[in-house]
């Protein structure tokens, strides 16, 4: 999640901190094929901010990976016991920094710079014949991180609600290894780069005062295909 454009943080500066969960989907394309990606991702966030205007903040947390046909078969030669591949919470890190102009006291722009990566593989395997041969072979995926870019308007509406939008660039990337060449299955060279195959995206979202300094986000994304988080936050 990116969150509005402006800080939760107090005018006077200070810290504020989040607990979240995202639930993310796109598609990255390999050399030759191209695979639905899903995250599901639970992080705490610390952030410090001041004036109202700018914003610094990182994250840990956890993510699961599953990759839909991963390993399904392209081949009536070979035969494969199941096609996705699945790997459950590894830790990820984020980094991230927003800055905002207030037009007036009800709208703002702003723009932000946010990158994430994960701090070990994730691994999975699969297993079936080929040429009447059997096999086994497990799939690493390593190096797993993207980079955002987006600006924001913002606008602050009675009860202490904030509606936000506006458009973002982003990269991501990591590659995939197959233990062995097996022919037939999609991912069958021993290396295969993933890339995402749209480079521009939308985001959408709410943050509403809840009183006592906590404060609640929802926020929606579209990039090929659409992601949704919500986080609880508390402002010091």
């Known amino acids: 999640m990116f969150g509005p454009p402006q ?76 096609d996705s591949f699945e790997e459950n919470w590894k830790f990820f890190g984020t980094l991230g920094a927003k800055a905002y102009y207030p037009v007036n006291s009800v709208f703002g722009v702003g723009a932000f710079v946010q990158g994430s990566c994960n701090f070990s593989n994730f691994t999975d395997e699969t297993g079936g014949t080929s040429g009447g041969a059997p096999f086994a072979a497990d799939m690493k995926v390593k190096y797993l991180w993207d980079v955002n870019f987006g600006i924001g308007v913002q606008a602050s509406v009675p009860y202490g609600i904030q509606l936000y939008a506006g458009p973002f660039v982003y990269y991501t990337e990591a590659d995939a290894y197959l233990s062995g060449s097996v022919p037939g299955i999609q991912s069958g060279a021993e290396k295969t780069s993933l890339k995402n195959a749209s480079a521009v995206g939308g985001f959408f979202g709410v943050a509403v005062g809840l009183g006592r300094g906590f404060g609640l986000q929802i926020e929606g994304q579209y990039t090929d295909r659409f992601s949704a988080g919500s986080a609880v936050t508390y402002t010091y």
Request: glycine share 10%; proline share 0%.
């Open 7 to 82: 800080t939760m943080s107090k005018k006077t500066g200070g810290a504020n901190t989040a607990i979240g969960y995202r639930y993310a989907e796109d598609t990255l394309k390999g050399d030759t094929d191209r695979h639905v990606v899903r995250q599901r991702q639970i992080y705490s966030q610390a952030a410090y901010g001041a004036s109202g205007r700018w914003e610094i903040y990182g994250r840990v947390g956890v993510s699961d990976l599953q990759i839909a046909d991963a390993f399904r078969s392209s081949s009536a030669l070979t035969a494969v016991s199941r």
